[in-house]
């Protein structure tokens, strides 16, 4: 394409100016429409086609010259230099042949590119996070003089100061946990894998609601456990089969969502949630209480950990949902002497915290800004669970209950269409979507599938939901 601009075009995505010039080279290079010692185009040229400055071509050379994308030749201009890597399937349509796991969804959703829309997936859009906060928090700590706050390493327990607001943000929902009661991690996952490593072994029976969030099935696949599903109803677990599954298993551990469910958006009731707790006493179980939604809530629900005072319920929890996903912090509450030992493998794990991150966090979460966006952001939330709802219902896909807050919606689907196949229809048109197995032990939700209200805004959702419930039909 030696000296044609025409079909370079600037690229509609976040990041500077010179980001995006930079991504639409990468892209022909990716594509193969400019090949290795292809002549670029002059930095006039392409600043004209652009429509920025040439001074912004010029430092998006200059990055690409750096990392090898790009060679310059003085008096000659600029030519592509990097090697063609071989050429990926994956790179130019989705991965339509991996099998539906519990891994499924994650995977679909985190390698997706741009132009993927993800109905199926667990967080916010972007534009949906409180992003001028962040940006502030940023500045903030840019310009803090603790030059060791920018440097060194964290302390095992995680910072004092967002330790003790957890303390206080714990205490008005009724759970007391001492700031040393707190470990924090760097997501809510490795809070769960650090529980399970200090207290099951291979082999073990673990507890897990049915449907459940996959990733708790992923991850307890890869502890080598035997995991049992209880059904779930829309106040909390079947108890009856809950306290059978006890006597029969002997399990060890019983991980949950007591706040807003996952994938179900239902609510654990005080009832159940006393009756839970006496069984779990009786039989020597240990209660993992999962509140990532916690934010989520506008009628806050009974907490296992405020009820039981960390005699045998784990409270673990993070902020990937309401603030961001890509510094990442989570925290686990628990009895001192659990607490103890699990600060002994995140040094032998992982030495420290992440200090920058939990600086961070800190400083978002005790901003006035982020409170209003939370109001705010409920007040979305039940308007795009509303309009999703109606937009649902006119294909015949009916909501298993409404939940009373959050962006989870677990529905059935008409005509006992199987749930995977249309999801695999809907991936071959760059739309990821839940099958409702993926969340099942007992693959019971075969004509289930969650959706997320945040991400089912695009029209074009829908569109491609009905053609694939209609290609699933035919089959």
């Known amino acids: 394409m030696s000296g044609t601009v025409d079909d370079l075009k600037l690229p509609h995505h976040e990041g500077t100016l010179v980001e995006r010039v930079m991504a639409a080279i990468r892209s022909r290079i990716a594509s193969r429409a400019l090949t290795p010692g292809a002549r670029l185009p002059s930095i006039r040229a392409l600043a004209q086609s652009m429509r920025v400055s040439k001074s912004t071509v010029v430092e998006a050379y200059d990055r690409l010259a750096a990392e090898g994308t790009i060679r310059s030749r003085p ?16 790179e130019l349509a989705p991965r339509l042949d991996r099998a539906i796991d519990p891994l499924w969804v994650s995977r679909q959703s985190l390698e997706a590119k741009g132009d993927v829309l993800k109905p199926g997936c667990g967080w916010l859009p972007d534009d949906w996070m409180p992003e001028e906060e962040i940006r502030r928090a940023l500045r903030g700590l840019a310009r803090t003089r603790d030059v060791t706050g920018l440097t060194d390493y964290g302390t095992p327990l995680g910072l004092p100061s967002l330790r003790a607001f957890l303390s206080r943000r714990l205490a008005e929902q009724g759970v007391q946990a001492a700031p040393d ?47 049992i599903g209880v059904p779930h109803t829309p106040t909390g677990p079947d108890l009856s089969a809950f306290e059978q599954a006890l006597n029969e298993h002997r399990p060890r551990l019983y991980i949950t969502n007591s706040g807003l469910h996952n994938p179900t958006g239902a609510a654990l009731s005080t009832v159940t949630a006393h009756r839970l707790l006496k069984l779990a006493e009786k039989h020597g179980l240990t209660v993992v209480e999962d509140d990532i939604f916690a934010d989520f809530e506008t009628e806050p629900a009974p907490r296992l950990a ?7 319920v784990v409270r673990i929890g993070s902020f990937s949902k309401t603030l961001s996903a890509s510094f990442r912090c989570g925290y686990i ?49 039940a308007r795009s669970m509303a309009a999703t709802i109606d937009r649902l219902e006119a294909f015949g896909i009916t909501p298993w209950i409404v939940p009373k807050a959050g962006m989870l ?25 839940a099958p409702g197995n993926v969340f099942s032990p007992a693959q019971s ?16 959702v829908f569109g491609v939901l009905d053609r694939a419930m209609r290609l699933a039909a035919r089959e």
């Open 333 to 381: 509450a628990a009895r001192p002497d659990w607490i103890e030992k699990l600060t002994d493998l995140r040094i032998a794990t992982g030495f420290a915290s992440n200090r920058l991150s939990e600086e961070l966090v800190l400083a978002v979460l005790g901003s006035s800004g982020y409170r209003r966006h939370l109001e705010a952001l409920k007040v979305r939330l």
């Open 306 to 312: 405020a009820l039981d005072g960390f005699e045998r």
């Open 75 to 90: 008096g000659s201009g600029f030519y592509s230099g990097a090697p063609l890597a071989p050429l990926s399937l994956a």
């Open 181 to 227: 009661g707190i470990l924090l991690t760097d997501s809510g996952t490795q809070a769960i894998d650090f529980v399970c490593r200090l207290l099951i072994q291979l082999g073990d029976a673990v507890l897990v609601d049915d449907p459940c969030y996959f990733n708790f099935l992923a991850l307890l696949r890869a502890h080598q456990v035997t995991v």
């Open 409 to 433: 919606l677990w529905c059935r689907l008409p005509d006992d269409l199987d749930a995977a196949d249309v999801a695999r229809h809907a991936l071959a048109e760059h739309v990821v979507l």
């Open 445 to 460: 939700a075969k004509s289930f599938m969650r959706f997320n209200v945040a991400q089912c805004t695009d029209e074009r």
